[in-house]
């Protein structure tokens, strides 16, 4: 049985990551809500939020985990193309609120989305305190692509990412990867596993060694 928690318990209140099932796997608790300590505590441990509408908060920590090192990171010949011929411009923070409410568009082969409108004003939160970015694509005065997520010392916990044009996430993340030296990034969380991600060079991380990088970064 996963844990139950409440709006009132004490927002740190987690239970150990080897209590999370393994079907659904990596399940952890439910309940709660998204407020900014609450937040905070789930990402330093290595738990994160992820549901529907309609469902309560629930909590997970998969294993392992999916994860990019940036020295690992590929970036194919195709892609360095449209980066150098496409007039992409690379930032950060331009436009937050935009990504993830891009991120969280009906999309054709997803119509829905687990981005609610509680989700994206609990991130808009934490980026106002400093704590959440977004690392975009732009075209002169549109944004084509980008990825946001949360960073906690060297750890870049990423969410979600969009693309309105080809590639245009992929290039959002390389710029994120070419940047992780002045930024401080060690390791870009990926939270799980997909095709798009295993092309970009992401690989799947034993949960203890992912939370032994926590603790150090």
């Not at 990825?147 to 906690?152: E, K, P, S, T």
């Not at 940047?179 to 870009?188: C, D, Q, R, Y």
Request: glycine share 8%; hydrophobic share 40%.
């Amino acid at each position: 049985m996963i844990t139950w928690l409440s709006p009132d318990d004490p927002p740190d209140r987690f239970p150990a990551h080897d209590a999370a099932l393994h079907d659904p796997p990596g399940l952890l608790a439910a309940g709660g809500d998204l407020r900014l300590e609450r937040l905070i505590a789930a990402y330093r441990r290595g738990i994160f939020p992820w549901y529907s509408p309609g469902q309560p908060v629930l909590w997970w920590s998969p294993d392992p985990r999916e994860v990019i090192l940036p020295q690992e990171f590929h970036c194919s010949r195709s892609l360095k193309r449209t980066r150098r011929v496409q007039g992409f411009e690379w930032c950060q923070d331009r436009d937050f609120a935009a990504v993830v409410a891009a991120c969280a568009a009906p999309r054709s082969r997803s119509p829905g989305t687990w981005i609610t409108a509680e989700m994206l004003q609990a991130y808009c939160a934490l980026h106002r305190h400093g704590l959440a970015h977004s690392y975009e694509i732009w075209r002169g005065n549109r944004l084509v692509g980008g990825v946001y997520g949360v960073r906690l010392g060297g750890v870049y916990f990423g969410e979600s990412m969009f693309s309105a044009e080809r590639d245009a996430s992929k290039a959002a993340l390389a710029g994120l990867v070419e940047h992780s030296a002045e930024l401080g990034i060690e390791l870009i969380d990926c939270q799980l596993p997909s095709a798009h991600l295993r092309s970009l060079g992401s690989r799947a991380m034993p949960r203890s060694q992912f939370l032994s990088y926590l603790e150090a970064l």
